[in-house]
């Protein structure tokens, strides 16, 4: 497997962050890195798996920082890492780790290896400082999944209906749109997830909110059903995009 097919031989030093990291060989580390310019690339870092590597702690996943790599003729390989933020805090709460790795989990199935994605990189790395405010996860999750869609220009509004385009309050969001109520009424049953004028407020409040807002919404635990269900709807969405 050639884990970099789009970089030419040589050096380079990048901004990036670990999505995923697994042994590799005798006290190596494989990664999945999302690196600025690049997207997400796999490189091979020989002996990081030993406790005594100063690479050790660098090559988790959720660590973000200044990559310095070498690309041979087969393979690339990193060299030096400038850690900038490893979340340390987030690997002391168990919601907080599994949702940050679910997330780097979802670039890991959808993100296209080799194309520089540069926009999802400050969408990630905000996502991760809402986690650590202590955002509910789920909704942080949900935020993520809705406006990565947004940037690929999948996601559905959650404002107006998109079958008459008059602004809807309340309706039925499915991975084609939001149908309002009177719509709904005239169309073919199908499935998808209702929303009374509650739940797509609360979506929307999610998605819309400024970063500092976000971060300081206490959004409450019992949305988690409904950002659950969104965000499996939003993860049908994008896997019908790649």
């Not at 959808?110 to 991760?128: I, K, R, T, V």
């Not at 809807?168 to 929303?195: D, I």
């Amino acid at each position: 497997m050639d884990p970099s097919p789009s970089l030419s031989q040589g050096h380079y030093r990048q901004l990036g962050v670990v999505l995923k990291s697994q042994l590799s060989g005798e006290r190596g580390k494989n990664l999945f890195l999302l690196l600025r310019g690049f997207g997400p690339v796999w490189v091979s870092v020989p002996g990081a798996a030993s406790a005594r590597s100063q690479l050790s702690g660098a090559t988790e996943p959720l660590v973000w920082g200044y990559f310095t790599l070498y690309r041979s003729p087969r393979r690339t390989y990193v060299k030096e890492v400038e850690v900038q933020e490893d979340f340390w805090s987030l690997r002391q709460n168990g919601i907080k780790l599994t949702t940050a790795l679910r997330l780097c989990g979802h670039l890991l199935r959808f993100a296209l290896p080799g194309h520089p994605q540069d926009e999802l990189m400050p969408l990630l790395y905000w996502s991760f400082k809402a986690l650590e405010n202590g955002t509910e996860a789920c909704a942080v999750e949900f935020r993520f999944l809705y406006r990565w869609s947004s940037i690929l220009g999948i996601s559905p509004r959650l404002d107006h209906c998109d079958s008459c385009g008059n602004p809807a309050s309340y309706g039925l969001l499915t991975t084609e749109g939001l149908t309002c109520g009177s719509c709904l009424a005239k169309a073919s049953r199908q499935s998808g997830l209702a929303l009374g004028e509650t739940e797509l407020n609360r979506l929307r409040k999610a998605v819309m909110l400024s970063g500092k807002e976000f971060r300081a919404e206490p959004f409450g635990g019992d949305g988690d059903l409904l950002f659950r269900r969104a965000s499996a709807l939003f993860l049908t969405l994008l896997e019908g995009s790649v």
